[in-house]
């Protein structure tokens, strides 16, 4: 007697068993271990944070890798199984902005209430701000541009231009790279660092941050180019396509309160 074939009673992805959460969770701490030692001037921290940061890019790609052949090949992403997916990639987006929150705050408690140690003055003395009418203007101009060409992509995307919306993405990526561009050589140009003081380290973290979330998003919208070139994505299935419009926007968004509260008004309180 055969028994029955079985069949899932739900519409949920059970995923196959995985190395690469344990393996990067160990590289990721690895990764932060290096950099306590290298910032305490220990040997080989160096070398350790630098080999916990490339296993880390390397698991979280084959990790990756795997998410995109489920849904991609193997069809195992369901309508649940995608807002799922959205609902974890908004969830990620509120931890981010929690953290930008955290750095604002930080900005707002030394400029709103200077202490006599910087001269009771914001900037503190001896800072020579940066112009905001200058790169940062020019970076906003970007930015926001690339915010443009990104939703033109994504509404060709849904109306099923493809070649529209592949354009729309190579543009939002050069726009991106600009972007990258000019801050560097904001930085290198800069009177200050990040060991003047409060508004040295308010300010560097808060820009610096911005800035590893731009190249972070930059090689998000490179994967979703390369899918959409692929012809992963179409006008109803595209989760990872939506997931690096998310993040991008985001990265907007938190550009412009950067450059009206730490460049603007910041620039004298």
């Known amino acids: 007697m055969f028994?029955?074939?079985?069949?899932?009673?739900?519409?949920?992805?059970?995923?196959?068993?995985?190395?690469?959460?344990?393996?990067?969770?160990?590289?990721?701490?690895?990764?932060?271990?290096?950099?306590?030692?290298?910032?305490?001037?220990?040997?080989?921290?160096?070398?350790?944070?630098?080999?916990?940061?490339?296993?880390?890019?390397?698991?979280?790609?084959?990790?990756?890798?795997?998410?995109?052949?489920?849904?991609?090949?193997?069809?195992?992403?369901?309508?649940?199984?995608?807002?799922?997916?959205?609902?974890?990639?908004?969830?990620?987006?509120?931890?981010?902005?929690?953290?930008?929150?955290?750095?604002?705050?930080?900005?707002?408690?030394?400029?709103?209430?200077?202490v006599p140690e910087i001269g009771c003055v914001w900037p503190p003395k001896g800072i020579q701000a940066i112009n905001p009418w200058l790169i940062p203007l020019l970076n906003t101009a970007l930015l926001l541009t690339s915010g443009a060409s990104l939703t033109w992509s994504h509404a060709a995307l849904l109306g099923g231009y493809k070649l529209e919306a592949i354009t729309g993405l190579v543009l939002t990526i050069i726009l991106a790279i600009l972007f990258t561009g000019f801050q560097v050589y904001e930085y290198r140009n800069a009177e200050f660092n990040i060991n003047d003081g409060v508004y040295g380290s308010t300010f560097y973290m808060l820009t610096g941050l911005h800035g590893f979330h731009v190249i972070v998003g930059t090689l998000f919208l490179i994967v979703a180019l390369y899918r959409a070139m692929q012809h992963h994505y179409t006008s109803q299935v595209h989760v990872g396509y939506e997931s690096s419009a998310w993040y991008w926007h985001f990265v907007d968004v938190v550009w412009i309160f950067l450059f009206l509260v730490v460049y603007t008004w910041g620039e004298g309180v």
């Not at 059970?14 to 001037?41: K, N, Q």
């Not at 929690?98 to 705050?105: D, I, K, N, Q, Y």
């Open 3 to 114: 028994s029955p074939i079985k069949t899932s009673q739900h519409s949920f992805h059970i995923v196959d068993a995985s190395p690469w959460p344990i393996v990067t969770a160990f590289s990721a701490f690895f990764m932060l271990f290096g950099m306590v030692l290298y910032m305490h001037s220990f040997a080989l921290g160096f070398q350790l944070v630098s080999l916990g940061f490339l296993a880390t890019i390397l698991n979280a790609s084959f990790w990756w890798r795997d998410i995109v052949r489920e849904s991609t090949f193997e069809g195992l992403h369901s309508v649940q199984v995608q807002n799922g997916l959205r609902f974890g990639m908004i969830l990620f987006i509120v931890s981010e902005v929690m953290l930008f929150f955290a750095f604002f705050w930080a900005f707002f408690h030394a400029s709103l209430n200077p």
